[in-house]
């Protein structure tokens, strides 16, 4: 029998009922859709994570001051501008590019009759080289600024915005942050679309400054150090939690209180993540294929019931058990792998829809689409054959008689 | 001088079907009837006869329980299910009464269906059912739907479809028994002039008046034949 009679005959069955095969076809479009989109939807935002910290640069890592990644936050007080300096001076570190530590606090900023509660990062020159911003006004920090106790602020481009309005230039105006008169020495944006929302939200002040009349104590929150040979950066960091260790007293066995992460540590982190999240989702989705296999057995036994005196004939006018259970395997196969197609057209149609919406590169991934090929495929043979096999096997005196 | 192989040869043949409790229905006594070429036999009987289970195994639909039957002189009583299916391709082209053909598939494709399972390359199957069609004068409705067609010419093109494999018997079951009395005529006739032309055909009925189309009337009763007249 041929394949284009048997195909071409199949699409007649399924066109006989077309409501009933559309709503057959619902289970599998809903499980490829979705399996499609969320693929989709995991890659696109790993490639705008990618991106993004990638515009940073892989050659730096951070250094953070107690055992878990919230110490910081919680105000642990472990990393001082002492280790700050050590790093800087040890004359064995030679890859060590630039060290840059970071404060951070909170405080109310008045200016322009304006009052507001604003973030605070105290930051050496040394921040501009990692943070990478443009400087819209003014300057960014010089090395006179980390070691003076002038008070002078860099205004992150929002904020500048809220005190002094749009496309002002604020250079020269002061701010009072909580007692202390600052003066503006600049307007800085970060493009990064991930992390602008904290950056351009905030005042940068020196950290030195920020010690003394903000924050009133010594209490880093991050250090950033950029190495000149990415390919090195391992041994770096090795150098610099020994030397930290060292520093710290920690003996053999005792648990660092620090930690360093490599950029490319962070990468490959939020990559895991999101690979297995997009995975156990995907696979989630996954299991309305299977109840819409189950829709197609149903429907498919529905069919043979019915046309049961259908065979009955063809069985008459020479029809073996093997044409019988291709036909109906193929109608199986068609009504499963049409939902498919739908369902890749759509799950395609809404990734791409969602990449405008939210923001995020449009990513098709072939493997995602070959496979739900595949998979509906499968689905059609394995739902369809027990239907196909009853139909094959059914006596032709019964079928021709049933009523 | 020996005699000619006949085309169906039934001898002794019996069936019986298990039933719901255990028992068993016996629809055949021991059959024993061979037809020839060239022959037109009708066989008649009351319902429950035995005369559509006669047909069943005449058909290679069924096989007997015991007893023999040679189709042209090979024994095909215990041939597999895919064995039978290719007799009936190959050597028999049914018309029954009813549900005939393939509803909203066009009468083409219908008559092509058999060939289609025996192999044939679309361009000949296409061919041979035009040339089946136009003998029974309904190829211009060759590309309607079937269900577009009125009875008579459903059971004209289930002619053409018995007779497009070039069979060694055409069977028809009850074939004018939808049809009011001047379609059923012009159907027996179309059967007459295939029977001139050398074909085998064996009609089951229950009406008289269309067995007197045939040239030979076997009546079956419980199971068993009880009177063989050739006209």
């Given at each position: 029998?041929?394949?284009k009679?048997i195909?071409?005959s199949?699409?007649q069955a399924?066109r006989?009922?077309?409501l009933?095969t559309s709503?057959?076809?619902?289970?599998?479009?809903?499980?490829?859709?979705?399996?499609i989109l969320i693929v989709?939807?995991?890659?696109?935002?790993?490639?705008?994570?990618?991106?993004?910290?990638?515009?940073?640069?892989?050659?730096?890592f951070?250094?953070?001051p107690?055992?878990s990644?919230f110490?910081s936050?919680?105000?642990?007080?472990?990393?001082?501008?002492?280790?700050?300096?050590a790093?800087?001076?040890?004359?064995s570190?030679?890859?060590?590019?630039?060290v840059?530590?970071?404060?951070l606090?909170n405080?109310i900023?008045?200016?322009?009759?304006?009052k507001?509660?604003?973030?605070?990062?105290?930051?050496?020159s040394?921040?501009?080289?990692i943070?990478?911003?443009?400087?819209?006004y003014g300057?960014f920090?010089n090395?006179d600024?980390d070691r003076?106790?002038?008070r002078v602020?860099?205004?992150?481009?929002?904020?500048?915005e809220?005190f002094f309005?749009e496309e002002?230039d604020?250079?020269?105006?002061?701010?009072?942050?909580?007692?202390?008169t600052?003066?503006?020495?600049?307007v800085?944006?970060?493009?990064?679309?991930?992390?602008?929302s904290v950056?351009?939200?905030?005042v940068?002040?020196?950290i030195?400054?920020?010690?003394n009349e903000?924050?009133g104590?010594e209490r880093?929150q991050e250090?950033?150090?950029?190495?000149?040979d990415t390919?090195?950066i391992?041994?770096?960091?090795?150098?610099?939690?020994l030397?930290?260790?060292?520093?710290h007293d920690?003996?053999?066995g005792?648990?660092?209180?620090?930690?360093?992460?490599s950029a490319?540590?962070?990468?490959?982190t939020?990559?895991?993540?999101?690979?297995?999240?997009?995975t156990m989702?995907?696979a989630?989705?996954g299991?309305s294929?299977?109840?819409?296999g189950v829709?197609?057995m149903?429907?498919?036994l529905?069919?043979v019931?019915?046309r049961t005196?259908e065979i009955?004939?063809?069985?008459?006018?020479?029809?073996?058990e093997k044409d019988i259970l291709?036909q109906f395997?193929?109608?199986?196969?068609?009504?499963?792998?049409?939902g498919?197609?739908?369902?890749?057209?759509?799950g395609v149609g809404?990734?791409?829809?969602?990449?405008?919406?939210?923001n995020i590169?449009?990513?098709?991934?072939?493997v995602?689409?070959i496979?739900?090929?595949g998979?509906s495929t499968?689905v059609g043979?394995v739902f369809?054959?027990?239907?196909?096999?009853r139909a094959?096997?059914?006596?032709?005196?019964?079928a021709?008689?049933y009523? | 001088?020996?005699?000619p192989v006949?085309?169906?040869?039934?001898?002794n043949v019996?069936?019986?079907?298990?039933l719901s409790?255990g028992?068993?229905?016996?629809?055949l006594?021991?059959?024993t009837l061979?037809?020839?070429?060239?022959e037109?036999v009708?066989i008649?009987?009351?319902?429950?006869s035995g005369?559509?289970t006669t047909m069943h195994?005449?058909?290679?639909?069924d096989t007997?329980?015991t007893?023999k039957y040679?189709?042209?002189?090979?024994?095909?009583s215990?041939?597999?299910d895919?064995?039978?299916a290719?007799i009936?391709?190959q050597?028999?082209?049914?018309?029954?009464?009813?549900?005939?053909?393939?509803?909203?598939?066009?009468?083409l494709?219908n008559?092509?269906?058999?060939?289609?399972y025996a192999g044939?390359p679309?361009e000949e199957?296409?061919?041979?059912a035009?040339a089946?069609?136009?003998?029974?004068r309904?190829?211009?409705?060759?590309n309607?739907?079937s269900n577009?067609?009125s009875?008579?010419?459903?059971?004209r093109v289930?002619i053409?479809r018995?007779?497009?494999m070039?069979?060694s018997i055409i069977?028809?079951?009850?074939?004018?028994?939808?049809?009011?009395?001047?379609?059923s005529?012009?159907?027996?006739?179309y059967f007459?002039?295939?029977n001139?032309?050398g074909?085998?055909?064996v009609?089951?009925?229950h009406?008289?008046?269309?067995?007197?189309f045939?040239k030979?009337i076997i009546?079956i009763v419980?199971g068993?034949?009880?009177?063989?007249?050739?006209k």
């Open positions: 029998m041929e394949y009679e195909i071409s199949a699409l399924l006989r009922n077309i009933r709503l057959t076809m619902l289970g599998i479009i809903i499980g490829i859709t979705s399996v989709s939807i995991g890659k696109g935002a790993v490639a705008f994570i990618t991106n993004e910290l990638s515009s940073f640069g892989t050659d730096y951070q250094i953070n107690g055992n990644t110490s936050l919680a105000g642990t007080n472990t990393l001082t501008l002492d280790d700050v300096e790093i800087r001076e040890d004359s570190l030679t890859n060590i590019k630039r840059a530590p970071m404060a606090s405080s900023v008045t200016a322009n009759d304006i507001k509660s604003v973030s605070i990062t105290g930051i050496t040394e921040m501009q080289e943070l990478r911003p443009d400087i819209l300057e920090f090395e600024h003076s106790a002038e602020a860099l205004l992150g481009v929002d904020v500048a809220d309005g002002t604020p250079t020269g105006e002061t701010i009072r942050i909580k007692d202390s600052f003066r503006v020495i600049g800085t944006e970060s493009s990064s679309a991930l992390a602008g950056l351009n939200n905030a940068y002040v020196p030195n400054v920020a010690f903000i924050i104590e880093i250090i950033d150090v950029s190495v000149h390919e090195q391992n041994q770096t960091i090795e150098d610099v939690e030397l930290l260790r060292d520093r920690l003996d053999e005792d648990e660092s209180d620090f930690q360093i992460q490319q540590d962070i990468l490959t939020v990559q895991t993540i999101t690979g297995l999240l997009t989702i995907a989630i989705s299991i294929l299977l109840v819409g829709g197609v149903n429907i498919m529905v069919s019931t019915e005196k009955g004939l063809l069985k008459a006018v020479g029809a073996k291709t395997l193929v109608e199986a196969v068609v009504m499963s792998l049409s498919g197609i739908v369902g890749i057209i759509l809404g990734a791409f829809l969602v990449s405008l919406v939210a590169p449009f990513v098709i991934d072939i995602a689409i496979i739900a090929v998979v499968l043979i369809g054959l027990y239907p196909a096999r094959a096997r059914l006596s032709p005196i019964e021709l008689r009523e | 001088m020996s005699q006949p085309v169906i040869h039934l001898e019996t069936k019986r079907y298990p409790d028992e068993f229905y016996q629809s006594n021991g059959i061979s037809i020839h070429t060239g037109f009708a008649m009987g009351p319902s429950g005369k559509s195994i005449i058909g290679a639909l007997p329980t007893g040679l189709l042209k002189g090979k024994d095909i215990s041939y597999t895919d064995q039978l290719e009936r391709n050597e028999i082209g049914f018309v029954f009464q009813s549900f005939n053909l393939l509803s909203r598939t066009t009468v494709k008559v092509e269906r058999p060939m289609m044939i679309q199957r296409t061919k041979r035009m089946a069609l136009e003998l029974v309904i190829s211009e409705k060759a309607n739907l577009r067609i009875g008579g010419q459903i059971q289930a053409a018995a007779i497009v070039n069979p069977l028809a079951d009850e074939p004018t028994g939808n049809l009011d009395t001047k379609t005529h012009e159907i027996m006739t007459q002039n295939l001139k032309e074909k085998t055909i009609i089951i009925t009406e008289e008046e269309i067995a007197q045939a030979r009546k419980d068993k034949i009880v009177s063989d007249k050739k």
